[in-house]
């Protein structure tokens, strides 16, 4: 009796927790959408800053200000040519994805189009940035 009554109470327990890992997961993945649409904002601030001359489209990326994501080490970081000049990581629990490894961010405020996908659990965000370079969640 005693050991069934246990187990009732450990289900019940199981029971009432198990939904808070949907509110954990739907948390993480907003938050970690509002940092990254901080973060591009941020290097698109910047690249108004950047040189004329190395900015121009059409020409080698060389002195643009881009945001680089390497999936496999939870983490992205703004950079420009090689030199990385701030990186930033992401939870283990947290996934993102981009359909392009790089977004450049040019002076004029423009961009290279591009999506971030960043889900957690069964819970999905996306954050598009469109080529003249304005930023939005969905």
């Known amino acids: 009796m005693e ?9 019940i327990i199981i029971g009432g927790i198990m939904p808070l890992f949907s ?5 993480r993945t907003d938050c970690e959408a509002v940092l990254l649409c901080q973060r591009l904002k941020y290097v698109r601030e910047i690249s108004s800053e950047a040189d004329a001359f190395a900015t121009v489209p059409g020409r080698k990326y060389e002195g643009i200000p881009r945001i680089y994501i390497a999936q496999d080490n939870h983490r992205y ?6 030199k990385i000049i701030k990186k930033w990581d992401y939870g283990t629990d947290i996934n993102i994805s981009c359909n392009r490894p790089e ?3 040019y002076r004029n405020g423009e ?3 591009g999506t971030y996908t960043i889900y957690s659990g069964n819970k999905i965000r996306r954050v598009i940035i469109d080529r003249v370079g304005r930023i939005r969640i969905e």
């Open 103 to 105: 977004i450049f961010f």
């Open 111 to 113: 961009a290279t189009a």
């Open 3 to 11: 050991i069934i009554l246990a187990v009732v109470v450990i289900s």
């Open 77 to 82: 970081w703004y950079r420009r040519g090689n």
């Open 23 to 27: 509110v954990i997961h739907r948390f």
